[in-house]
């Protein structure tokens, strides 16, 4: 699961620490040191957030929640498309499921060929990034790649 979220967050722009350790606890502050090792932390401007597929104990997330991050629990038996959509949705980035076409040759001229096709699909980073869950023919890849306006990615 932690590849899997790690890989995920590169597609879309971001750059993730694997292992990172976390402070929660400090000694000038608290009188004594803790610090966990998150699976992966992600510093977005002011938010920091901490992908864990382990459960943290209740006063850890809230003082991690004061110091201004959000820990993520990822299920690693979870399906891909739960994990895409659990942390896209704390992380608030744009994500949507539909059924999406596109027209070949496109608007204005009737089309040859209309491709269409269920996924998941977010605008985060720009360009949409539409995520589907099957193999699709390298034909049709080839035919998609050019035409689209944002990438297609197969989780």
Same mark, same amino acid.
């Given at each position: 699961?932690?590849?899997?979220?790690?890989? *995920?967050?590169?597609?879309?722009?971001e750059d /993730?620490?694997?292992?990172?350790d976390?402070?929660?606890f400090?000694?000038?502050?608290?009188?004594?040191n *803790?610090?966990?090792?998150?699976?992966?932390?992600?510093?977005k401007?002011?938010?920091?957030?901490l992908i864990?597929?382990?459960r943290? /104990?209740d006063?850890?997330? @809230?003082?991690?929640?004061?110091?201004?991050?959000?820990?993520?629990?990822?299920?690693?038996?979870?399906? @891909?498309?739960?994990?895409?959509e659990?942390?896209?949705q704390?992380?608030?980035?744009?994500?949507?499921?539909?059924?999406?076409?596109?027209?070949i /040759?496109?608007?204005?001229? @009737?089309?040859?060929?209309?491709v269409?096709?269920?996924?998941l @699909?977010?605008t985060?980073?720009?360009?949409?990034?539409?995520?589907?869950?099957?193999?699709?023919?390298?034909?049709?890849?080839?035919?998609?790649?050019?035409?689209l306006?944002?990438?297609?990615?197969?989780?």
């Amino acid at each position: 699961g932690i590849a899997f979220a790690e890989g *995920l967050l590169k597609v879309i722009g971001e750059d /993730p620490q694997r292992n990172a350790d976390v402070v929660i606890f400090e000694h000038a502050r608290d009188g004594f040191n *803790l610090t966990i090792t998150a699976d992966l932390l992600l510093q977005k401007g002011d938010k920091r957030y901490l992908i864990h597929t382990k459960r943290l /104990p209740d006063q850890f997330a @809230r003082i991690l929640k004061d110091q201004g991050a959000e820990v993520i629990f990822l299920r690693e038996n979870a399906s @891909r498309r739960a994990m895409i959509e659990e942390l896209f949705q704390r992380m608030s980035v744009p994500l949507s499921f539909g059924h999406f076409s596109f027209r070949i /040759p496109e608007e204005g001229v @009737r089309p040859r060929l209309i491709v269409t096709f269920p996924a998941l @699909r977010s605008t985060a980073g720009g360009d949409p990034l539409y995520l589907f869950d099957f193999d699709p023919s390298p034909d049709i890849l080839a035919l998609l790649q050019g035409r689209l306006k944002g990438r297609v990615v197969k989780y």
